[in-house]
T-cell receptor
Framework: GNSVTQMEGPVTLSEEAFLTINCTYTATGYPSLFWYVQYPGEGLQLLLKATKADDKGSNKGFEATYRKETTSFHLEKGSVQVSDSAVYFC??????????????FGSGTQLTVLP | KAGVTQTPRYLIKTRGQQVTLSCSPI?????VSWYQQTPGQGLQFLFE???????NKGNFPGRFSGRQFSNSRSEMNVSTLELGDSALYLC????????????FGEGSRLTVL
């Protein structure tokens, strides 16, 4: 079945540091890949997505490239801010019969950015 | 454009009771999915509805059920609550086309005592 493996947290960085959160996946076919972010007490917000190999998703300074050869979708940001403190989830989208959609999530990585 | 709206945001129940959670999707979105989020199990898929039909179901006992109405609004019900049902229940909606991305509500936080 499908699975997503994320870098264990928590991750603590100083403001303006470089961020990498690793994500690898196992899936049949050609899934779409996503990063979601969850701030305390809130639901999940879509951060970025990529739908095919070598696609780069980007948003708010975050980037991730869909690497089919390494089955990876690592999240990066060149300079983090305190406001980036949140939990980050890597996910893949699979389609079953009748075009039913389901996201498979990684376990989440807690990021804390210190001023 | 209004986002996904879930009610209630917080609720407390006791073991053996039942609970109904409500979700209003983004206007124009006809697919609604439900996920359970717990510290131990993470995010787990419950079920997905499209045009009032359940298209997909996760690995949860029959105590967990849902339905979708003609206006795409959805409800999920948990009967005979157990302590382990304490969780954040997230509803998400999506368009029938696209990459499969979901748009989530803020969730309903259920505590079972």
């Amino acid at each position: 079945g499908n699975s997503v493996t994320q870098m264990e947290g928590p991750v603590t960085l100083s403001e303006e540091a470089f961020l990498t959160i690793n994500c690898t996946y196992t899936a049949t076919g050609y899934p779409s890949l996503f990063w979601y972010v969850q701030y305390p007490g809130e639901g999940l917000q879509l951060l970025l997505k990529a739908t095919k190999a070598d696609d780069k998703g980007s948003n708010k300074g975050f980037e991730a490239t869909y690497r089919k050869e390494t089955t990876s979708f690592h999240l990066e940001k060149g300079s983090v801010q305190v406001s980036d403190s949140a939990v980050y989830f890597c996910a893949l989208s699979s389609f079953s019969s009748g075009s039913a959609r389901q996201l498979t999530f990684g376990s989440g990585t807690q990021l804390t950015v210190l001023p | 454009k209004a986002g996904v709206t879930q009610t209630p945001r917080y609720l407390i129940k006791t073991r053996g009771q039942q609970v109904t959670l409500s979700c209003s999707p983004i206007s124009g979105h006809r697919s609604v999915s439900w996920y359970q989020q717990t510290p131990g199990q993470g995010l787990q898929f419950l079920f997905e509805y499209f045009s009032e039909t359940q298209r997909n179901k996760g690995n949860f006992p029959g105590r967990f059920s849902g339905r979708q109405f003609s206006n795409s609004r959805s409800e999920m019900n948990v009967s005979t609550l157990e302590l382990g049902d304490s969780a954040l229940y997230l509803c998400a909606s999506s368009l029938p086309t696209g990459a499969g991305e979901l748009f989530f509500g803020e969730g309903s936080r259920l505590t079972v005592l």
